[in-house]
């Protein structure tokens, strides 16, 4: 059972370059998130998608855009990259309402 | 803004020892509440979840709940070097079910 998968699990990229993290569950979720994690700051919420279709913006979403390809996948993509942009990613989902949050391995991203 | 508050740590027992995390959140409307383990360089890991007043066990770990308060903790009973790791306390809204996570709480277990 593979839970949350993202890729790739690290990166670096130049100012100005763009990328797409991917992340699929196959737990038959239907909310998904994306966070950020940073030294000091914890874990922050950039975008969110309470079900297929649909998604909403989170406590730091600029720089970044989402899509929630289908039930499974919802991917984060990073436009122009900027050095305050370095973070390690954690997609994650749930099966909504009360239901706790299943992590994925995270994406460690540098970008200089 | 929402807002939830942990000592950073490090917080230092021996082994055998019980370990008392603590976690304050400041919307009066939280209805959900979580503790999640970090191990360095790993994602999160849910341990306890508990939504009512009162204490949860499972196992070495026990949750407490006092809304009144506004605080949530988890004990680790008989505390093992392999329960050293980042605690991160987690708590949704008022009619949402959103997480706020709390910085966490770093847990070194001494052998």
């Known amino acids: 059972n593979a839970g949350v998968t993202q890729t790739p699990k690290f990166q670096v990229l130049k100012t100005g370059q763009s990328m797409t993290l991917q992340c699929a569950q196959d737990m038959n979720h239907n909310s998904m998130y994306w966070y950020r994690q940073d030294p000091g700051m914890g874990l922050r919420l950039i975008y969110y998608s309470a079900s297929e279709g649909t998604t909403d913006k989170g406590e730091v979403p600029n720089g970044y855009n989402v899509s929630r390809l289908n039930k499974r996948e919802f991917s984060l993509r990073l436009e122009s990259a900027a050095p305050s942009q370095t973070s390690v990613y954690f997609c994650?989902?749930?099966?909504?309402?009360?239901?706790?949050?299943?992590f994925g391995n995270g994406t460690r991203l540098t970008v200089t | 803004q929402k807002e939830v508050e942990q000592n950073s740590g490090p917080l230092s027992v021996p082994e055998g020892a019980i370990a008392s995390l603590n976690c304050t959140y400041s919307d009066r409307g939280s209805q959900s509440f979580f503790w999640y383990r970090q191990y360095s360089g790993k994602s999160p890991e849910l341990i306890m979840s508990?939504?009512?007043?009162g204490d949860k066990e499972d196992g070495r770990f026990t949750a407490q709940l006092n809304k009144a308060s506004q605080y949530v903790s988890l004990l680790i009973r008989d505390s093992q070097p392999s329960d050293s790791a980042t605690y991160l306390c987690a708590v949704t809204g008022a009619g949402s079910y959103q997480l706020t996570f709390g910085k966490g709480t770093k847990l070194s277990v001494i052998p």
């Open positions: 994650a989902s749930s099966g909504g309402g009360e239901s706790p949050l299943h």
């Open positions: 508990i939504y009512s007043n």
